[in-house]
C-alpha cells in the first residue's frame, strides 16, 4: 500500500466517518476565522478587544440600544465582507455526499455569521440565533417570525418593525441563554449521532460540553478539529490539532477515497 500523503490520524478520522450513518457537526467560532470573523478564547482569539458587556448583553441594549444597533450595524457591515472558507465549503460538499448516499448529516453551529449558509449547507440548527435577522424587543427568543434586516447601513437607529416597535437582533446575547426548543432539539441530533464531528469551539459553554457528552451516551465516536486544546479534548477520541480551513478539505477529500474503496 503505498505510502499515504495525509498523516495517519487523517486517514483514521476518514475511515471513521466513511462509516457513519448519522453524523452529527458541531461547530464553533474557529471556523470561520479564516474568513476574517473574531474568536472569543482559545488560540489567538480577536474578540478580545470588542466591549462585549455593552454592545453584545440584553442589559446593554436596553440601556443603550442605539449604541447596540450601531454596534451591530458595524458588525453586519463586516460580517457581510466575510467569505465561506475552504472548511465551509468542504462541509457542505460532505452534507451533499451523506444526502446522496441516503444518509443522516445534521450540522450543528454556535455561529450567528451564516457562513455555513452562504457555503452551502443546509442541514443548520443556530444555537445562538442568526445576526441578519432581528425580532420585536419583549417577544420570546424563539419567536416564529424574526424579520430579515436590510444590509448595512440600516435605514434608522435603533431598527423598528413596521409597527413602529423596536427590534432587537435575533442572537443569544451573553447575558441570555439558548431557548429551550432550540436546545431540546439539539440534544435529540445528538442522541441519534454515531460520529459527531467538532470543529474550531472551545467548548466554554455549558451548552457545547452537554451536547457532545450526549452524543458519547449514545455510543458516538468524537472527533474535533482545533489548533489547541479545549474543554472537548478530553471527551474526543481523535483530535487532529489544526486549523479547520486546512484539515476539512483534506479530510473530506479522504472520505471520499474510503467510500469509493469500500462501497455499499
Ligand atoms: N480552525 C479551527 N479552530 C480554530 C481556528 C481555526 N482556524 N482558530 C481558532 N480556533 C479555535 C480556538 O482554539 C478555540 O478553541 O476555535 C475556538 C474558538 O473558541 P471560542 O472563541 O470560545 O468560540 P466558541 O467555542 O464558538 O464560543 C461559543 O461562546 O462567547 C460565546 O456566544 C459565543 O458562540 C459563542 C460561544
Do not use: C
Not at 474578540?47 to 442589559?59: G, I
Request: glycine share 6%; no cysteine.
Amino acid at each position: 500500500m503505498e505510502a499515504s500523503p495525509y498523516p495517519e490520524k487523517l486517514s483514521q478520522a476518514a475511515r471513521l466517518i466513511a462509516q457513519a450513518e448519522r453524523l452529527r457537526l458541531l461547530t464553533g467560532a474557529g471556523i470561520s476565522r479564516a474568513s476574517g470573523m473574531p474568536t472569543f478564547r482559545g488560540h489567538d482569539p480577536t474578540w478580545a478587544d470588542y466591549p462585549r458587556r455593552r454592545f453584545a448583553t440584553y442589559r446593554g441594549f436596553r440601556d443603550d440600544p442605539v449604541g447596540v444597533w450601531l454596534w451591530h450595524n458595524w458588525r453586519l457591515a463586516a460580517n457581510l465582507r466575510a467569505t465561506p472558507n475552504p472548511a465551509h465549503r468542504a462541509l457542505a460538499e460532505l452534507e451533499d455526499l451523506w444526502e446522496r448516499l441516503g444518509r443522516d448529516f445534521q450540522l450543528i453551529t454556535q455561529n450567528v455569521d451564516e457562513l455555513h449558509q452562504r457555503a452551502g449547507s443546509r442541514r443548520i440548527l443556530e444555537l445562538h440565533g442568526n445576526a441578519f435577522l432581528a425580532r420585536p424587543d419583549g417577544t420570546p427568543q424563539d419567536f416564529p417570525e424574526p424579520v430579515r434586516l436590510p444590509p448595512p447601513p440600516f435605514p434608522q437607529i435603533p431598527m423598528r418593525d413596521e409597527r413602529g416597535r423596536l427590534l432587537r437582533p435575533h442572537v443569544v446575547w451573553f447575558d441570555e441563554g439558548v431557548p429551550e426548543s432550540i436546545r431540546r432539539r439539539a440534544l435529540t441530533l445528538m442522541a441519534e449521532a454515531d460520529l459527531l464531528l467538532v470543529v474550531g469551539t472551545s467548548g466554554e459553554t455549558v451548552l457545547a460540553r452537554r451536547l457532545v457528552e450526549r452524543a458519547r451516551e449514545a455510543g458516538a465516536e468524537v472527533i474535533e478539529i482545533n489548533p489547541a486544546p479545549s474543554r472537548l479534548t478530553p471527551q474526543s477520541a481523535l483530535s487532529l490539532t489544526g486549523r479547520a480551513e486546512e484539515i476539512i478539505p483534506k479530510l473530506v477529500s479522504l472520505v471520499k477515497l474510503e467510500l469509493r474503496s469500500s462501497p455499499g
